[in-house]
């Protein structure tokens, strides 16, 4: 059975960083996209950033480009979120999704920030900043 689990999250200042990483486990082959969401009190669970399986492609929210990186290892099915230069607009709960569903590279593009394209996600871990 495949289990997605974050960790990394925790307390910051603003303008402090976070490693957040996503292990998956219970499959042998990497997914074809590894995604981050979050869901901050009181509003809809959003997307952060996605990459392929090859890192080929990889997209952002645009409010976090440029502060945000991600990236995955696909030897350790595992995937990661670098958040730099963070905001108290960053405060919520994050969350990995990936999919393993085979999927061409066209509608890879089109499907990295849609939540129903992903197949398997995680509990969640909490990161709160604070000003």
């Known amino acids: 059975q495949v289990q997605v689990v974050e960790s990394g999250g925790g307390s910051v200042q603003s303008g402090g960083s976070l490693r957040l990483t996503c292990a998956v486990s219970?499959?042998?082959?990497?997914?074809?996209?590894m995604g981050w969401f979050r869901q901050a009190p009181g509003k809809e669970r959003e997307f952060v950033a996605a990459i392929s399986w090859s890192a080929n492609h990889v997209k952002y929210l645009d409010s976090v480009k440029g502060r945000f990186t991600i990236s995955r290892d696909n030897d350790k099915n595992t995937a990661y979120l670098q958040m730099n230069s963070l905001r108290p607009e960053d405060t919520a709960v994050y969350f990995c999704?990936?999919?393993?569903?085979?999927?061409?590279?066209?509608?890879?593009?089109?499907?990295?920030?849609?939540?129903?394209?992903?197949?398997?996600w995680g509990q969640g871990t909490k990161v709160t900043v604070s000003s």
């Open positions: 999704a990936d999919r393993e569903r085979v999927i061409t590279t066209v509608q890879l593009v089109a499907s990295m920030s849609l939540e129903h394209e992903h197949d398997y």
């Open positions: 219970g499959r042998t082959f990497a997914a074809y996209i």
